[in-house]
């Protein structure tokens, strides 16, 4: 069952690929997406958070920056930056990042419902509806940090409930202790902190 369901897994993956690749550059960029592009381009090319003014290549002035559109979600923005190194900035090679954590995303969903539900066809109905999800695929076909912000935000809840529901098993006295007297358990501390931290980076609804 779990090589036929891994078979499976893969095929729903290459459908919600396909779809969210598929004629990505089609549109051109919309008024949020220049916020993405631009504070993007002006890291490539300065290496500090600022808008690109690409009419006269060089980054706005500094009457014209907004902190609050160029510094956030600075760990998705530095990832599109890193495709200006081999490819210049058009709509299909900028929103790859955010077709990339759509893809990502199917599988993940995958594995978290398994966890919680141990029923094979249940995690892959899920991965299905989200490859083939409306919404999944805008944000996946968008140059937004809404993107990696769906898996981030699921990682770092995961991890928070296992910190809170997972028991210890280990032989750490510090972490029995913890275990025993507060019922958290501390190996999913570190590992939550960090994928808080991210998800918190990509945008900050996830201190809600």
């Given at each position: 069952?779990?090589k ?13 690929a ?6 990505l550059?089609e549109?051109?960029?919309d008024r ?5 592009l ?8 300065t ?7 690409f ?6 002035e ?5 902190k609050?559109s160029?510094e ?12 200006y190194?081999?490819f ?11 077709a ?8 993940l ?9 141990k029923n094979?066809g249940?995690a ?19 140059l ?25 098993e ?14 958290v ?17 990509v ?6």
């Amino acid at each position: 069952m779990k090589k036929i369901s891994l078979v499976v897994l893969f095929i729903i993956i290459l459908l919600g690929a396909g779809l969210r690749i598929y004629n990505l550059g089609e549109k051109s960029f919309d008024r949020d997406e220049f916020f993405e592009l631009n504070s993007s381009y002006g890291y490539f090319k300065t290496g500090t958070w600022v808008a690109w003014d690409f009419g006269n290549e060089k980054p706005f002035e500094a009457s014209l920056q907004d902190k609050t559109s160029t510094e956030r979600a600075e760990i998705y923005r530095w990832q599109i930056a890193q495709l200006y190194r081999f490819f210049e900035p058009s709509e299909t090679v900028t929103r790859s990042i955010s077709a990339f954590w759509g893809i990502i995303s199917i599988a993940l969903i995958y594995f978290v419902t398994l966890y919680f539900t141990k029923n094979h066809g249940i995690a892959l109905l899920a991965a299905f509806l989200t490859a083939i999800g409306e919404s999944g695929m805008i944000y996946s076909r968008r140059l937004r940090m809404y993107s990696m912000l769906f898996p981030a935000y699921l990682i770092f809840s995961w991890l928070v409930y296992k910190f809170y529901e997972a028991k210890y098993e280990g032989k750490n006295k510090l972490f029995e202790f913890f275990s025993d007297k507060f019922k958290v358990n501390l190996l999913y501390f570190l590992p939550a902190l960090i994928a808080g931290l991210i998800s918190y980076n990509v945008h900050m609804l996830t201190a809600s």
